[in-house]
Every structure is written in C-alpha cells, then in structure tokens.
C-alpha cells in the first residue's frame, strides 16, 4: 500500500519548528533558507523536496534508503539530496532540516 504524500502544510509546520528558518520561495517554490542560505526547497516535479546538507550524510542517506533519497543530474556534484515526500515521514523531515541548519552554520 502507498503511503501519503507528506503535505506542504505538514512541511510549513514542521519548518516553523526548527530555529533560523525563514520560508521564502525559489524557482517559484516553497524553500527555506537560514540566514539567507538555501538549505530546503519543493521540487517542481511536486514529490520530492531538495536538502542541502553535507557531503558524508548525503552518501549515507543514498546508501542507506535509495527508496527516499536520490540526486538527480542536475545535482550531481553538489551537497543537496532529494526526499519522494511519499516516503518522508514529518519526524525525518525535521531531522534533515535541523541538520542542514548545522551545515550552513559551518559554510564561510
């Protein structure tokens, strides 16, 4: 059985949770930056939202759950992940925004 996708009312809610988020929007979708840093955004392909975090979780994330996490080309090469939202649960969401919080917080 299919789970749910995870709404963009859940994601608001649980971005409004984590200190320094601000939301704001980029390539005219949702995103949240931290201190003017992109560290989240939808993905236009509407299932799936990007996640700028280091490099060592990202391969852990792809290695460990290819189901939920991904790159596509156009990121290859880059810090950011992508999550299926129909995989996602809020409790994980707020787990990768907290850590790309830390990320951002270690960039010049």
Partial sequence: ?????????????????????????S??????????????????DGVSIVFWIDDTTRDHLLAADPDTFFVIDHYRGTEAVQ????????????KLLVRAVEVSSLRP
Avoid: F, N
């Fill in 27 to 44: 390539y005219r979708t949702p995103a949240w930056r931290c201190k003017k840093r992109l560290i989240a955004r939808m993905h236009q």
């Fill in 83 to 94: 999550a299926r939202l129909d995989r996602l649960s809020a409790a994980d969401l707020r």
């Fill in 1 to 25: 059985m299919a789970r749910r996708k995870l709404p963009l009312s859940t994601i608001q809610r649980v971005a409004r949770s984590v200190p320094g988020l601000e939301e704001g929007t």
